[in-house]
């Protein structure tokens, strides 16, 4: 008995094998599917995980852009602020020198009425001191007087420019005082060589060096000069600068230093 019961146990367990088997079977075919069908979905999660994260960075690209260009835009804003203050000054000056030169303007018929006699009383004095004075370079001189006085009555030259050319021929006359100067000059075709003191004196000498003479005011003649030619020489060359400045006596147009001899 117990024989049997043992094969048929065997035999049943052969029988229940197969039947085993096929369900683990299909037990397998079903995870593999959905192994597959969870792989699949992963990877398509991957995928659009990809496409999100580059849009992300895309945006983040644009992001840093539109940073990058609003701080431009407000250091661009900050310096026109900075500008248009500046501006604001320089416009504020302007608008006070054009209504001080639109006053200036305003008055500018009464300047002109008060220096157009003023400086025809310069030229005049002028000429009259050249007239009157030591005659040292007496043809450039009276030259620009003249031209001053021509100048004045001309309308295409402005006021201003009448009074810088007047000014500027008084500052000549001022520096003469102030200088010595050697030149040659003809007088009705002789030629002598000068020697300017100043304003004080001038002199002339034939140019062989055998006679000099000293302007004198007192008689508005030339008047030797007689032993002192060396002196006058000399002096003569310490103006062209030819030798080294020195003391050097000369004599002034008064009658204690002056002989009788007639001028040349």
């Known amino acids: 008995m117990k024989t049997g019961w043992l094969q048929a146990g065997v035999v049943g367990l052969l029988l229940a094998g197969p039947a085993i088997a096929s369900d683990e079977l299909s037990l397998a075919k079903i995870n593999t599917a959905e192994f597959n069908s969870a792989t699949a979905v992963v990877g398509q999660a991957d995928r659009e995980g990809a496409n999100t994260q580059a849009r992300i960075n895309q945006l983040d690209d644009k992001t840093r852009a539109l940073l990058d260009e609003t701080r431009k835009t407000l250091a661009k804003a900050e310096q026109l602020g900075l500008y248009n203050a500046q501006m604001a000054t320089i416009i504020a000056n302007q608008e006070d020198e054009l209504s001080s030169i639109q006053a200036q303007l305003d008055t500018i018929d009464d300047t002109e009425e008060g220096v157009l006699p003023l400086m025809q009383l310069m030229v005049e004095q002028l000429a009259a001191d ?135």
């Open 130 to 264: 050249i007239n009157a004075g030591v005659p040292f370079l007496s043809n450039e001189r009276k030259t620009r007087v003249a031209v001053l006085t021509d100048m004045l009555g001309r309308a295409d030259v402005t006021v201003s420019e009448k009074f810088r050319r007047v000014l500027e021929a008084l500052q000549i006359e001022v520096d003469y005082g102030r200088t010595i100067e050697a030149y040659r000059e003809k007088v009705q075709g002789i030629a002598y060589d000068y020697l300017r003191i100043g304003r004080v004196a001038i002199y002339r000498q034939a140019l062989d060096g055998s006679q000099a003479w000293i302007w004198n005011v007192n008689s508005d003649d030339w008047q030797s000069v007689g032993s002192n030619i060396n002196h006058i020489s000399l002096a003569r060359r310490v103006a062209e600068q030819s030798i080294a400045p020195q003391l050097i006596t000369l004599p002034l147009a008064s009658p204690s230093v002056i002989s009788d001899e007639g001028g040349q």
